[in-house]
C-alpha cells in the first residue's frame, strides 16, 4: 500500500462525521465528486417524499395544505437553513428557483436604498444567471451595473452605489470571499449587499447575522441535498423586512392570502418574499433531506472539508506528473472554498475517462475539472482514489502541457 493510501486510511478513521456517508444512496464504486452540482439522495427520503404524495396528497387531499403543514412549509423549511447560513429563526424564506431569488433580491435592495443611488456593482465572474438578473433588473429600475471583481468593489463603491451582488464561492475557481470584509465596506458606503451563498451554505459557515449582511440568496439542490430542482431560498435581515417591497408581490406574500383582496398589503416578516403556491413535492423532499443536518455542527463539516481539499491537492501533486494540472483554487484556507478546480488541457475527455473509471467531477468550458467535496459523504480513500485515477488518465491521453 502507498503511503497516502496508508494516509487516507488513517484520516478516515481518526473521521467524526465518516459514519454520516452510510445516511446517502451512494454505490461503493463510485467517488461523487459532483455534489456542488447535485446533492446525493439521503436514504430516507424516498420514504418520506412516498408518504406525502400517497397519503397526505393521495388521502387527504385539501386538507394537507393545513393538516400537513403544507401552507407554513416555506418558512418552516426555512426556518431549518437558517441555522446552517447563521440566521435566526424568522429571517429565510424557500421558494422558487435562485434565480427568481436574486431577482427579488435585488430590485428590493435598489428600492431600499433611494433617491441617487442608481448603480449596480455585480461580480464580473459571477454565475451567468446572477449576471443575466442583474442586468435586467438594473435596466428595470433605471440603474447602471457595473461588473466588477470582488477584490475591486472597496474601490469601486460610491454614493451612488445602491446594492452590491457578490458570490461567496466562486462556481468556477473554488475561491471564497470575504464576506464580512466586504459587507462592511458596503455598508461603509451606505449600500446593500446581496450574497450568493449557492457554494457555501452546506459546505462552510456563513454567518449571514453576524456579518450584518443584509439580503442573501442560495440554492438546496448542492450542498443541502435538496434533490433536483429542489426550491431556493431568500434571507431578508429582519431589520430590513418592513421596508422589504417585492417586485414579485404575488398572494402567498400578502397580509390575508385568503382575503383574497384586490389591494396588496404585504405581510409582515420573512413570509413577504414568497410569491405563489409552493412547490410542495420538492420543498418536502428537501425538508426531509435536511434531516441529516440535525446532529451535524456546520463547523464540523468546514474543518473535514479543509482536509479533503488539502489532502486532494497533496495527492494530486503526488500522484499527477508535473505540469498536467494548474490548480486554480486558492491555497489559503481563508481563500478556499469546499471545490478544486485543476486547469488541464483536454479537460472535457479527461473528465469523461474520469467519469468512465467511477470518478465523478464535472467539466467547465473551455478548460477546467472541478471537484466538488461533500464532507457528509466524501471519505479520504475517495480522495486519494481520484487523484489516483486522474494522474492515470492524464499520463495516457497524451495532451501537452498547459500552456
Ligand atoms: C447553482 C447556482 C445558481 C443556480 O440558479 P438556479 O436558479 O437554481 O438555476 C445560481 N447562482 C450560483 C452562484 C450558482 O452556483
Known sequence: MSELMSAAQE????????????????GDDVVYLDGNSLGALPAHVPGRVEDVVRRQWGELRIRSWEESGWWTAPERVGDRIAPLVGAAPGQVVVGDSTSVNVFKAVVAAVRMAGEGRDEIL??????PTDGYIAESAARMTGCALRPVTPAEVPSALGDRTAVVLLNHVDYRTGRLHDLPGLTAAVHAAGAYAVWDLCHSAGALPVGLDEHGVDLAVGCTYKYLNGGPGSPAYLYVREELQDRFDSPLPGWNSHAEPFGMASAYTPAAGAVRGRVGTPDILSLLALEAALDVWETVPVEAVRAKSLALTDFFLRCVEAYV?????GNLTPVAHAERGSQVALRCDGAGDVMKALIGRGVVGDFRHPDVLRFGFTPLYVGFA????????LGEVVAGTGHPHPA
Request: glycine share 12%.
Open 11 to 26: 484520516l478516515d478513521a481518526a473521521d467524526g462525521l465518516a459514519g454520516l456517508r452510510q445516511r446517502f444512496v451512494l
Open 122 to 127: 455585480v461580480d464580473a465572474s459571477t454565475f
Open 382 to 389: 475517495d480522495v486519494e482514489r481520484a487523484a489516483r485515477v
Open 321 to 325: 506528473p508535473g505540469g498536467r494540472v
